[in-house]
Nanobody, 137 residues
Framework: QGYLVESGGGLAPPGGSLRLSCAIS????????IGWFRRAPGKEREGISC????????RYNDFTKGRFTISRDNAEETAWLQINNLKPEDTGIYYC???????WGGGFVCPPFEVAGRTTEDEYSHWGQGTQVTVSS
């Protein structure tokens, strides 16, 4: 069975930047979209961004407001999430996950973050353990 390992979290000041990595092993990444999620203290996990298997589609949740950038390299078996202009509300545990549910146009595409008011995170079949991000001065 494969695995996903997030890294790159830590303590960062407001206004700073972090680049989170998701190292993936044991999966054919041509068969999966990759999503990033986070769980803030006392809140439910929320979807941040998703990138399709071919990198042709990138989705961002509304709250990202241009501060987050997702990318992937299938050959390197890695995905990244760049976070700029960090805010205290970005504090939380960040997860990457794989979704091989939706095939369209020659690749596996991202689900919407919600359907009929319900999160689609259940579509993601494989998850990492998460990396902690703390934004504080």
């Amino acid at each position: 069975q494969g695995y996903l390992v997030e890294s790159g979290g830590g303590l960062a000041p407001p206004g700073g930047s972090l680049r989170l990595s998701c190292a993936i092993s044991g999966f054919d990444l041509r068969d999966y979209a990759i999503g990033w999620f986070r769980r803030a203290p006392g809140k439910e996990r929320e979807g941040i961004s998703c990138i399709s298997s071919t990198s042709g589609e990138k989705r961002y949740n509304d709250f990202t407001k241009g501060r987050f950038t997702i990318s992937r390299d299938n050959a390197e078996e890695t995905a990244w999430l760049q976070i700029n202009n960090l805010k205290p509300e970005d504090t939380g545990i960040y997860y990457c996950a794989l979704d091989g549910t939706r095939y369209w146009g020659g690749g596996f595409v991202c689900p919407p973050f919600e359907v009929a008011g319900r999160t689609t995170e259940d579509e993601y079949s494989h998850w990492g353990q998460g990396t902690q991000v703390t934004v504080s001065s």
